[in-house]
Nanobody, 119 residues
Framework: DVQLQASGGGLVQSGGSLRLSCAAS????????IAWFRQAPGKEREGVSR????????HYAVSVKGRFTISLDDAKTTVYLQMDRLSPEDTAVYYC????????????WGEGTLVTVSS
């Protein structure tokens, strides 16, 4: 089964940066996309960014575009989310999720990692 492991969360001051990692195993690079979601206290989960593992095409939520960058390592086993110019509104538990291309939803989820941005 596909396994995902998110890490890299922590406490950072407003304006600072963090890099999250999502280590993925037991999947075919040609068949999957990996996305980052987040859920803030009292709010619904929202999609943050997504990358197609085969061609590298990426997408971002409007709220993070220009501040966050999603990338894939050369081995195509780890997806990173570089988060710059963080604000308290970015405080949330961040999750990575895997979707088989063509599937209707994300069938694989990693444990969340908490990002806290202090003002």
């Amino acid at each position: 089964d596909v396994q995902l492991q998110a890490s890299g969360g922590g406490l950072v001051q407003s304006g600072g940066s963090l890099r999250l990692s999502c280590a993925a195993s037991e999947f075919s690079v040609d068949d999957y996309a990996i996305a980052w979601f987040r859920q803030a206290p009292g709010k619904e989960r929202e999609g943050v960014s997504r990358i197609n593992l085969k061609d590298g095409n990426s997408h971002y939520a409007v709220s993070v575009k220009g501040r966050f960058t999603i990338s894939l390592d050369d081995a195509k086993t780890t997806v990173y989310l570089q988060m710059d110019r963080l604000s308290p509104e970015d405080t949330a538990v961040y999750y990575c999720a895997g979707q088989r291309i063509g599937a209707s939803g994300y069938g694989y989820w990693g444990e969340g990692t908490l990002v806290t941005v202090s003002s």
